[in-house]
């Protein structure tokens, strides 16, 4: 159950980095340029937040896939607490 979760919230996470709200600006002028987000122009900090969120959540989810699949030892609680954590850290960002 845990692999589908940080799963999607992997792929949510990468699919809104490559395609941004807002979309990206598709030719260049001299106040943007082609490629960069388009609310990166219009709402900067509100941009910031959303990428700080969202890579957060792509990296813990990224995290938990790897350590779900190189069979951390299920009986350390280390590991448990780990990828429990990272988890929940995901799910909270991927909400952001």
């Known amino acids: 159950m845990t692999m589908v979760v940080v799963g999607l919230i992997a792929a949510m996470a ?22 960069k987000a388009v609310m990166a122009s219009s709402h900067i900090k509100l941009y910031k937040l959303f990428s700080r969120a969202n890579t957060t959540a792509f990296i813990s989810s990224v995290l938990v896939i790897f350590l779900v699949a190189i069979n951390a030892p299920k009986n350390s609680k280390t590991f448990v607490v780990v990828i429990w954590y990272a988890t929940l850290v995901s799910m909270a960002s991927i909400g952001v």
């Open 14 to 35: 990468f699919q809104a980095g490559v395609s941004p709200p807002g979309g990206v600006w598709q030719d260049d002028t001299p106040s943007h340029i082609a490629g």
